[in-house]
């Protein structure tokens, strides 16, 4: 998980948006996902985006990649409660998922 | 369409024990993952199986670790003997594809004591 960088923690107020950025080190990545973990459960895919796409809406989730920066985001519009969990950030390459440490998203009332 | 199982869900042993974890992936998956989970870190790659062969093990403590996928459907995961550094949650995924959608198991939570 080291190539893989997340801020560790974010909180965040009900109904606002999260934005949850991390970074990685291989420009040769093919696939960036965003997993969703909740407590005691496995890890749960929302997102992924292709390395030649700059951005991808589903819903209330907005992804965007920054090659040239190697950054990606996932935004989480009208944050519920529901939401709170840990994201990992992952990158996808040789056929392996790189996950990073995850970012704890925390929901404030 | 059945998700990636695992059991068991939980496994408290005592250190130098030996103990083994089963996943069944999803059906038709050809690619085969057991990830490492410690408490507060991101899961790590141990083993990777395309089919039966090993596509990569390189994370994989050899000395005491070992995995198999006979048949290329199930595997098992093995740890002798186990370390107190071995708790942690121990993750199977699959995907149809390498590097392309990977389905999680709920993972086995092995506790050493």
């Known amino acids: 998980g080291e190539d893989v960088e997340q801020s560790l923690f974010l909180s965040v107020r009900e109904g606002d948006s999260s934005v949850i950025n991390c970074t990685y080190t291989d420009s040769s990545s093919t696939y960036l996902y965003w997993y969703k973990q909740e407590p005691g459960a496995g890890l749960q895919l929302l997102t992924y985006?292709?390395?030649?796409?700059d951005m991808k809406q589903d819903q209330r989730l907005t992804v965007l990649l920054n090659k040239k920066d190697k950054h990606l985001s996932l935004r989480i519009a009208d944050t519920q409660t529901g939401d709170s969990a840990i994201y990992f950030c992952a990158e996808g390459r040789d056929d392996k998922i790189i996950f990073g440490k995850g970012t704890r998203l925390h929901i404030l009332p | 369409e059945a998700g990636v199982a695992q059991s068991p869900r939980y496994k408290i042993i005592e250190k130098r024990q030996s103990v083994a974890f089963w996943c069944n992936p999803i059906?038709?998956?050809?690619?085969l993952y057991w990830y490492q989970q410690i408490l507060g870190q991101g899961p790590k790659l141990l083993i990777q199986f395309q089919n039966n062969g090993v596509v990569d093990d390189s994370q994989l403590p050899k000395d005491r670790f070992s995995a198999e996928r006979l048949k290329g459907v199930d595997s098992t995961l093995k740890i002798q003997p186990a370390k107190l550094e071995d708790s942690a949650v121990y993750l199977c995924?699959?995907?149809?594809?390498?590097?392309?959608?990977?389905?999680f198991g709920q993972g086995t939570r092995l506790t050493v004591v």
């Open positions: 059906s038709g998956h050809a690619t």
């Open positions: 995924a699959s995907s149809a594809q390498g590097n392309t959608e990977a389905f």
């Open positions: 985006i292709f390395s030649n796409m």
